[in-house]
């Protein structure tokens, strides 16, 4: 088993670290992080562990502004001082909320409770999208930069859009950069609660989205940040279902 820990206190970090070797000694610890920046650029480097230890308070933030920046589609255990985040730590895939100081029985029950469910549905693949209540979906792109390649994490992407019959990402800090994707299978490969198709030109994030008017016939007019070319529009036919993805409630 593959675990990770984001723990920005060292005795706590310590702690965990002695009852992991005591509970599951044979587990992988693949790093350590104190701070939402540096366990999301881990994340978005590095292939999905299999647990995930996650403090609530952080360094530089939240356990939840790092869950806005990455999809951590594996179990969560989430380790704090405070109860008061409970109900928010279950919308994620949280299997379990131990409050410090981190209590050896507690711990082993969150372990059998992950070893149950695994059992139930038989992978760990199953079980993942069982807590997500959703696809696998595409985490980061290989992008040509120049004469170079590099990474291009999902959750960096504004908007994807086709022009002169290419697909192209645009990314919230104004750079564009071609995809050897169409835009129909982009659309399948995003999280949907995430992106949306708008017309047949346009994918966007709902985080892209500056400002919106009512246009002819129920339509909807997006101006997204960056700017687009041209101002999109909403087609009649996707209009209705955009109103319910911008209110969470399209499935």
Known sequence: ????????????????????????????????????????????????????????????????????????????????????????????TSIDYLLKPVKKAELEKAFQKLNTLQHIFNQPEQLQVKLQQAGNYKRRFIVRFGDNLKTLPVENIAYCYTENRTSFAKTFDGHKYPLDYTLDALEKMMDPLDFFRINRQYLISV?????????????????????????????????????????GELE
Not at 50 to 77: E, H, N, R, W, Y
Not at 214 to 231: G, H, M, S, Y
């Open 207 to 247: 985080k892209s989205i500056a400002e919106m008017k009512v246009f002819n016939k129920a339509r909807v007019i997006v101006k997204l940040t960056p700017e687009a070319k041209e101002i999109p529009v909403v087609s009649t036919e996707r209009a209705a279902d955009f109103k319910l993805w911008l209110s």
């Open 1 to 92: 088993m593959n675990i990770v820990i984001i723990e920005d206190e060292q005795p706590a970090r310590e702690r965990l670290e002695a009852l992991l070797n005591e509970i599951v000694p044979a587990a992988n610890l693949l790093a350590n992080h104190d701070s939402v920046q540096s366990a999301w650029k881990w994340f978005s480097e590095n292939p999905m562990p299999d647990l995930v230890l996650l403090d609530v308070q952080l360094a530089d933030g939240t356990a939840f502004d790092l869950l806005k920046l990455i999809k951590i589609s594996c179990p969560i255990i989430f380790t704090t001082a405070f109860n008061k985040y409970a109900i928010e730590a279950f919308k994620s």
